[in-house]
């Protein structure tokens, strides 16, 4: 597609279940980020990826949270056994590679809602 | 480590300049962005700026650089109730592989 997209866009989950959310960034992007954005805050880096492989997951709030990609394209960030915390939307976005052009797109998100 | 801070609110009147400030910690920054999140919508990049420039301008928007005091500014000339949204500094640095943002600056425009 044209830009990111992101599904769902919409989740309400129970606690205690797992989610999986899933990213496909824009074509020929090798650079793939998400980050979480709660209510009233601003937006929170939580792992990045280069192809495949993820050189930065610093931002991980626990070993709930874990994310992969494959074929160097779409990406799923699963959270396990969720958490009321945990309630938040969650962006992705995609890159070129690092260099002088490294805008970064963003998908719409998807709102999750943890009751 | 690398932090981007910004001012959480702004409020001005409709026909007037806003000014959104921010500061970074990282000295080796490459670029430096503006995204605007507008209610219920996705980020956009509104303009950023190379490490090398001290000033942009574009149309109604005009981005400051001070690499010394590492403070970046956004100005919106003659402000509509349109430009209310949250405004988001970020950096990429040297060596880096992620963007960091701030918290956002929401800006509320009085007609």
């Known amino acids: 597609g044209a830009g990111v997209s992101q599904s769902p866009s919409n989740k309400v989950t129970e606690k205690g279940k797992d989610v999986e959310l899933r990213c496909d960034p824009i074509?020929?992007?090798?650079?793939l980020y998400w980050y979480r954005q709660s209510l009233g805050q601003g937006l929170e880096f939580l792992i990045y990826f280069q192809g495949n492989s993820a050189p930065d997951k610093s931002g991980l709030p626990s070993d709930r949270f874990s994310a992969e990609r494959t074929g160097g394209s779409v990406s799923t960030l699963t959270i396990q056994r969720t958490q009321q915390e945990d309630s938040a939307v969650y962006l992705c976005?995609?890159?070129?590679?690092?260099?002088?052009?490294?805008?970064?797109?963003f998908g719409q998100g998807t709102r999750l809602t943890v009751v | 480590g690398e932090d981007v801070e910004q001012s959480l609110f702004l409020s001005v009147r409709e026909g007037d300049s806003s000014v959104i400030n921010c500061t970074y910690t990282?000295?080796?920054?490459?670029?430096l962005y503006w995204y605007k999140q507008e209610p219920g919508a996705g980020l956009q990049l509104l303009t950023y700026i190379f490490s090398n420039m001290d000033m942009k301008q574009d149309q109604r928007l005009t981005v400051l650089l001070n690499k010394k005091d590492k403070h970046l500014s956004l100005r919106i000339a003659d402000t509509q109730t349109g430009d209310s949204a949250i405004y988001f500094c970020?950096?990429?640095?040297?060596?880096?592989?992620?963007?960091?943002f701030g918290a956002g600056t929401r800006l509320f425009v009085k007609a």
């Open positions: 976005a995609s890159s070129h590679d690092r260099g002088p052009d490294t805008e970064a797109f």
């Open positions: 970020a950096e990429t640095y040297t060596g880096g592989f992620k963007t960091i």
């Open positions: 074509s020929g992007h090798t650079a």
């Open positions: 990282d000295s080796s920054s490459t670029y």
